[in-house]
């Protein structure tokens, strides 16, 4: 009798590691992607805790890297800072740091500064990346004249004078400009879907990529399909960038390539002359793709689902985040490739 209540127990205890085991979900292998000098592997378990979860909660949110090489990201909890190993080492959780739909980091005489777009408070921020501290606010510039009775930025950048441009994309489209100090200087930009006009300008950076600098926009709304814009630092329209992109929501920027996730599930590269060279973590499954209800038991290595934002690394790796409602952040590492034009 006794053996056999030992044999029940040994059972049920295995059971138990089983099941426990199960749930924590190994990492799979690699997955290669991308062709050419923009061919990447991903890095199965990256950011996840010890136990295989995810560390930061729901994301609808950026990646930047500081110059020591840490990733920061922001969920709808707050923001969190990766090593570039995948451990969590610091974070910014609740208050000002909820809610950044998009976040720029810039180099300054008084340290590293994180900008940030607070789409569901109606202002821009600027803190301190090593400390926290909220050094300036944008709120809605009165002084515009516009009288708007909704503000949703969803995206800022800085130009190099440190003059500060914010989307109001999920509202009136307009995108506004301050100087460093945030004194409101001018707007542009309405809702529409013209050829000088914004359907949602959901993502924006500085594309360095040229001289003059100009403004790198994400019309992600634009019908039939989504597209980017080049637009001056004096918000005049240069021209129609590139369209079919599906839903481009953000854009980062290195050397003379661009990187463009696409809410439809892919992140697409483009070179100096806005050509596709590569398509990224493409999902084919309509019911898995823009889709924020997707949990982690049913991610996809080398898929992605909602693709919102990225950022590459000092050594060409990206960061990219789904909007998720488990919380993805992967990271991809730059294969090396044989010929004249190898990858790094």
């Known amino acids: 009798m006794l053996r056999q209540i030992h044999v029940m127990l040994l059972v049920s205890l295995t059971t138990l590691i089983v099941a426990t085991r199960s749930a924590a979900k ?25 136990d295989g979860s995810s560390a930061i909660g729901p994301t609808h949110g950026a990646v930047v890297i500081d110059q020591a ?4 990201t922001s969920a709808n909890a707050g923001v969190f800072v990766f090593s570039p ?17 998009d976040m720029e980091i810039r180099k300054e005489a008084a340290g590293e500064f994180i900008y940030a777009a607070r789409n569901q408070n109606a202002e821009g921020i600027k803190f301190n990346a090593h400390s926290g501290e909220v050094v300036l606010r944008l709120p809605f510039p009165e002084e515009s004249g516009l009288g708007l009775k909704s503000f949703n930025p969803t995206a800022i950048t800085v ?5 500060i441009f914010l989307s109001n994309g999920y509202a009136s489209n307009h995108i506004f400009k301050f100087d460093k100090n945030g004194k409101y200087l001018l707007h542009f930009g309405e809702k529409g879907n013209g050829m000088k006009q ?33 637009y001056s630092l004096d918000g005049e329209f240069i021209e129609e960038v590139i369209t079919g992109l599906g839903m481009p ?8 390539y661009v990187s463009v996730p696409d809410l439809h599930g ?3 590269i483009l070179d100096k002359s806005n050509t596709i060279m590569a398509v990224l973590g493409h999902n084919p499954d309509p019911a898995k793709r823009g889709n924020f209800n997707v949990p982690q038991a ?9 693709t919102h934002g990225s950022f590459w690394d000092a050594e060409g790796n990206l960061y990219v985040q789904d909007w998720n409602v488990s919380g993805r952040i992967m990271k991809l590492v730059r294969a090396r490739t044989n010929g004249p034009n190898a990858g790094r």
């Not at 130009?159 to 003059?163: I, T, V, Y």
């Not at 049913?298 to 909602?306: A, K, N, R, T, Y």
Request: proline share 5%; charged share 15%.
């Open 26 to 50: 190994e990492p799979g292998a690699a997955v290669r992607m991308g062709c050419g000098i923009m061919t990447f592997d991903t890095v199965p378990g990256w950011g996840l805790r010890p």
């Open 69 to 72: 090489g840490n990733i920061y």
């Open 85 to 101: 190993s995948g451990s969590v080492i610091q974070s910014y959780l609740g208050g000002d740091y909820t809610n950044l739909h």
């Open 159 to 163: 130009a190099a004078n440190g003059d």
């Open 198 to 230: 914004f359907n949602t300008a959901h993502g924006m950076t500085l594309d360095t990529r040229y001289e003059p600098a100009r403004l790198l926009i994400c019309d992600r709304n634009h019908q039939p399909k989504g597209r980017l814009l080049h």
């Open 249 to 256: 929501t953000s854009v980062a920027i290195q050397g003379d």
């Open 266 to 268: 892919r992140l697409v």
């Open 298 to 306: 049913d991610w996809i290595e080398g898929v992605f689902s909602g």
